[in-house]
């Protein structure tokens, strides 16, 4: 069984910076894509950010020059460096790993931006 644990939540100023982190435990084979999704109170989950097993990258409009995606395959974990950050980012964030042929998802962790 693949658990994913995330870490690097909390409360910061708009302007400031966050690392996300998440890592995968269990028996791992064939890890493809890692990604970042949120979801804010009363909306849908909206991804933010995707890279590859490549390193190929895509990230969403909204974020795209002050978010950095990134991973350490050897240990299994996914980064979101989050810097500029505006009181519209505030949402609960979540990991999403593709492990061929399931996806598995952290449990989430708050991100509130004050302005």
């Known amino acids: 069984q693949v658990q994913l644990v995330e870490s690097g939540g909390g409360l910061v100023q708009a302007g400031g910076s966050l690392r996300l982190s998440c890592a995968a435990s269990?028996?791992?084979?064939?890890?493809?894509?890692m990604a970042w999704y949120r979801q804010a109170p009363g909306k849908q989950r909206d991804l933010v950010a995707r890279?590859?097993?490549?390193?190929?990258?895509n990230y969403a409009d909204s974020v795209k020059g002050r978010f950095t995606i990134s991973r350490d395959n050897a240990k299994n974990t996914v980064y979101l460096q989050m810097n500029s950050l505006k009181p519209e980012d505030t949402a609960v964030y979540y990991c999403?790993?593709?492990?061929?042929?399931?996806?598995?998802w952290g449990q989430g962790t708050q991100v509130t931006v004050s302005s």
């Open positions: 269990g028996r791992i084979f064939n890890l493809n894509a």
């Open positions: 890279i590859t097993s490549g390193g190929t990258t």
């Open positions: 999403k790993m593709e492990v061929v042929p399931y996806d598995y």
